[in-house]
C-alpha cells in the first residue's frame, strides 16, 4: 500500500501550493462620509473634532509610522492641526487628486477660529452683554471650523478612493450615543443662553 504522505509517491495527485491573500495596505487617513461628518460635528457642538484629529493622527502613524502620540496631537490641535493638514494635502497630490484649499489656509482658519471660540467660552462669564456676546461668538466659530475640517475630509476621502465615504457613513449604536449626549449639551446650551438673554432684556 502506498502511503499518500509520502512526497515520492508517484501515484500522489500534484499539491499546488496555496499563498496566503495579499494584506491591504493600512487606510492613511480617516475615512467617513460627508453626511456622517457634519451629523457628528454639530451634534457634540463641535467635540467631534477632537476625535477626528486623534483618528487622522492614529492611522497615518500606523501608514508612514510618523506622528506619534495622536491624542496629543488631537487634544492640542492648534498646534498639530496645520501639520496634518499640509500631510493631508501631500498625500492627495500624490495620489493624484486635483484641487482643494490651499492647507495652510485651512490652518489659519481653523487655529484663529479654535481660539477664538477657546477665548469666548472662557470669558462668556462676563456679566451683561459683553458675556452674551462672546457666547454667541464662540458657537459662531464652529462653522468655519466645520469648513476647514470638511474641505480636509473631501480631499482625504478623494485620496482614499471613496469620494462619497460609502465605506463609513452608517450611524452606528456608539454614533447614536454621542449624538444623544450632543442633543442633550445643545439643550442645556440653548436653554442657558435663553435664560440670560431673558434676564439681560428684562433690567
Known sequence: ??????PLDPYQPPQAEIAPPPSSPAPLFY??????????FWSTMGIYDVYWQYKNWALYREARG??????LRAVFSI???PSLFHRIDREARAAGVPGGFQPSLLAVVYVLCT???SVGSNLMDQPGLPGLLLWLGSLVMLLP????????QQRVNATL????GAANSRITWANGVWIGLG????????????????????Q
Request: hydrophobic share 55%; net charge positive.
Open 31 to 40: 475615512l467617513v462620509s460627508p453626511a456622517k461628518f457634519s451629523l457628528l
Open 79 to 81: 498646534f498639530f492641526a
Open 183 to 202: 442633543g442633550l449639551l445643545w439643550l442645556s446650551t440653548l436653554w442657558s443662553l435663553a435664560t440670560w438673554a431673558r434676564v439681560l432684556f428684562m
Open 66 to 71: 510618523g506622528g506619534g502620540l495622536p491624542v
Open 115 to 117: 481660539l477664538f471660540a
Open 1 to 6: 500500500m502506498s502511503n499518500s504522505n509520502n
Open 161 to 164: 478612493g471613496d469620494q462619497d
Open 145 to 152: 471650523i466645520w469648513w476647514a475640517l470638511g474641505r480636509c
